[in-house]
């Protein structure tokens, strides 16, 4: 379907914060509504944060040029992928004249004004664009805004049981997701698989949920019958992993927001039983750093870093040597909870 002149707009409550996001690409519409299914909202809040988003034919038509004297912030892309091994995006971040300036070259370019908190972008034939890929603009726009409302995320799966968070940081194959998969699938709550909220509430630390689709690699497949066995309906193809829905395969309800009680930082070992190793709050600390995303106002990075160190004091922290009873991490999890 073409790009219109035609705007239709959505209204979102993301933990109580409103955001009304426009665009006048359908595609762009489907997508969002998608990603934020669990945010949709009713409300016309009075003085929401304001998302807009427009589909352009060429990148020539977006209206905005960073200034020359812009000041260059972060300059870097995403993994390579598919047969041509092209990168998922290309990024430089300016700051410019009190805005944040996100230009992604030849896929559009991103404007967030955290002052009025209003974010603008500008997506060159999001029809063309991958789901993942046009919704991410949306997703990295909306996280900008909601740190300037004290509600902060960084990469990690996160779970509830009986009212106590468990947070799971990892880069990709230290096994994150298989051994979040194998909380969820024992009874644990879903919160995120990928990038859950966090804020203080006075002096404490609470995780809240962020549903996400799920995303699985065929190795993780293979570790639980449900998703072997998961018709393509259910275990959608996707690029470069497959993904699911927690509620289509984990019926539960979605975890409520709780103090989390324990970090696991996995990493895989050649071993027939995984193990924990206490960690101190230093060299956790140091861990869940390069899991934080990135920052680029002085005075919100000083708030999240904040945030984080409490994060750490309040957690036992673990590293979880991985190993391949992978079914039976719950027995010696579930403990860690109960104890505290």
């Known amino acids: 379907m073409p790009i219109t002149s035609t705007t239709s707009e959505i209204l979102l409550s993301v933990h109580s914060i409103d955001i009304r996001f426009a665009t006048n690409s359908p595609e762009l519409l489907d997508s969002v509504e998608g990603l934020l299914r669990h945010f949709l909202s009713k409300i016309n809040s009075p003085c929401p944060m304001r998302m807009q988003f427009d589909g352009v034919d060429d990148r020539r038509d977006i209206p905005v040029q960073v200034s020359s004297e812009a000041l260059l912030l972060y300059s870097g892309s995403g993994l390579p992928i598919g047969p041509n091994r092209q990168t998922t995006w290309l990024c430089d971040m300016y700051s410019d004249q009190g805005l944040l300036i996100a230009d992604f070259h030849d896929e559009g370019l991103v404007v967030i004004d955290g002052a009025s908190y209003t974010a603008q972008g500008y997506l060159v034939r999001p029809e063309s664009m991958a789901p993942d890929i046009r919704v991410s603009f949306v997703h990295f726009a909306m996280t900008e805004l909601l740190k300037r409302r004290g509600l902060y995320t960084f990469h990690a799966t996160a779970l509830e049981h009986n009212g106590k968070g468990v947070l799971i940081p990892g880069f990709s194959g230290r096994g994150k997701t298989t051994s979040f998969l194998s909380l969820l699938r024992s009874g644990y709550r879903y919160l995120s698989d990928d990038h859950p909220f966090f804020r203080l509430n006075g002096a404490r630390v609470e995780v809240l949920p962020y549903p996400l689709k799920i995303n699985v690699t065929d190795q993780t497949v293979s570790f ?72 680029y106002d002085p005075e919100i990075a000083r708030q999240e870093f904040q945030a984080l160190a409490r994060l750490i004091q309040q957690t036992d922290c673990y590293r979880l040597h991985f190993g391949r009873d992978v079914m039976d991490l719950p027995w010696l999890v579930t403990p860690l909870l109960e104890k505290r």
């Open 224 to 295: 639980f019958p449900e998703l072997r066995t998961a018709p393509p309906s259910v275990l959608h193809t996707g690029t470069p992993k497959r993904y699911f829905y927690a509620e289509d395969l984990y019926p539960g309800p979605l975890g409520a927001p709780c103090e989390p009680a324990v970090i696991l930082f996995p990493s895989v070992v050649d071993s027939p039983h995984s193990c924990l190793e206490p960690l101190s709050k230093k060299v956790a600390f140091e861990m869940i750093l390069p899991h934080s995303l990135l920052v």
